[in-house]
């Protein structure tokens, strides 16, 4: 099993800065794409960003040039560094990690319980 746990939200004002950390834990063999969601009231939950092994990044439009996504492939961390924050991106943000328990193992994704983030005034 594979554990995901993310640290980091909290409230902030529109323009501020907040950096997420997700810590991956457990029967891991290796770990391939890693990246962070979000769901904000009332939506569909969305991709934000992602992370390869080797260092490519994806971003949504809706983020791209404000948010920086950064791992730790010894550690198995993964980060998301949020700047110019816009009340928009109030949502729950979930840590994701595709992994595998060992090297037979079919790689699977694994998602961390949230961390809510608030952009108000």
């Known amino acids: 099993q594979v554990q995901l746990v993310e640290s980091g939200g909290g409230l902030v004002q529109p323009g501020g800065s907040l950096r997420l950390t997700c810590a991956a834990s457990?029967?891991?063999?290796?770990?391939?794409?890693m990246g962070w969601d979000r769901q904000a009231p009332g939506k569909e939950r969305e991709l934000v960003a992602t992370?390869?092994?080797?260092?490519?990044?994806n971003y949504a439009d809706s983020v791209k040039g404000r948010f920086t996504i950064s791992r730790d492939n010894a550690k198995n961390t993964v980060s998301l560094q949020m700047d110019s924050l816009k009340p928009e991106d109030t949502a729950v943000y979930y840590c994701?990690?595709?992994?595998?328990?060992?090297?037979?193992?079919?790689?699977?994704?694994?998602w961390g319980q949230g961390t809510q983030v608030t952009v108000s005034s």
């Open positions: 994701t990690c595709s992994a595998k328990t060992s090297y037979t193992a079919k790689a699977q994704i694994y």
């Open positions: 457990g029967s891991i063999f290796s770990t391939g794409i």
């Open positions: 992370m390869s092994g080797t260092g490519s990044s």
